[in-house]
């Protein structure tokens, strides 16, 4: 039976895990009318980021809401990533930044796969950046694996428990919710506390 991390400082504390954002190219063709839903959008890095972009009809959604309402320009709303409380195909782009690591349980990572897909239109965009399983983690990891019984859960210097996922486990994701992958790559990445790491950049469309 897996075990229940809603009760982790993580689901507290929330936190900017300085992954890249998207880039221009990577939503090319979406008109600046679309509607794009920032899944997890915190206190708003990547709704600026579209909205320096040229991008007007914004919205995002998050569990920890008063930080939120310092948002004006966007339509933010308090939910949460695996019941996102939007209709079906509304949106021409949605986002997951840095959320993946917040992620523990397998089932929860699944149903946000599933709700990502059922709120983009037919050929919506779906931009990931998430953190992979770095090799300079493999202590914590292995610690993880004791108090969890998973492999690439860990807890960090601040007390949350996080989770970083494997190209394999994050394909197979993908595919569970019938995404077409367009682009794959591995980069780097900061971690919250300015280290160096890996991640995956993601760019899949609703099929």
């Known amino acids: 039976m897996e075990k229940n991390f809603r009760n982790s400082p993580i689901w507290e504390k929330g936190g900017d895990y300085s992954a890249p954002l998207p880039r221009e190219e990577d939503l090319e063709g979406i008109p600046a009318s679309s509607a794009l839903l920032d899944i997890g959008c915190g206190p708003g890095r990547l709704l600026l980021h579209l909205r320096r972009m040229g991008f007007r009809r914004l919205f995002g959604v998050d569990f920890v809401f008063p930080p939120l309402l310092k948002i004006d320009f966007a339509r933010v709303v308090q939910g949460r990533a695996e019941a996102l409380p939007f209709a079906g195909e509304k949106f021409s782009a949605a986002f997951l930044v840095g959320v993946l690591s917040?992620?523990?349980?397998?089932?929860?990572?699944?149903?946000?796969?599933?709700?990502?897909?059922?709120?983009?239109?037919e050929g919506g965009r779906l931009f990931l950046a998430a953190f992979a399983?770095?090799?300079?983690?493999?202590?914590?990891?292995?610690?993880?694996?004791?108090?969890f019984g998973k492999y690439g859960v860990f807890?960090?210097?601040h007390g949350g428990i996080f989770r970083h996922v494997s190209q394999e486990e994050l394909m197979g994701l993908l595919g569970l919710?019938?995404?077409?992958?367009?682009?794959?790559?591995k980069r780097p990445f900061t971690t919250m506390h300015g280290n160096p790491a890996e991640g995956f950049i993601v760019l899949a469309e609703r099929t």
């Open 102 to 121: 917040s992620l523990i349980e397998d089932e929860l990572r699944k149903r946000v796969f599933l709700e990502a897909h059922r709120v983009l239109k």
């Open 133 to 147: 399983l770095n090799e300079f983690y493999r202590e914590k990891y292995e610690a993880g694996r004791r108090e």
């Open 155 to 157: 807890r960090s210097s």
């Open 177 to 185: 919710a019938r995404f077409k992958v367009l682009k794959f790559k």
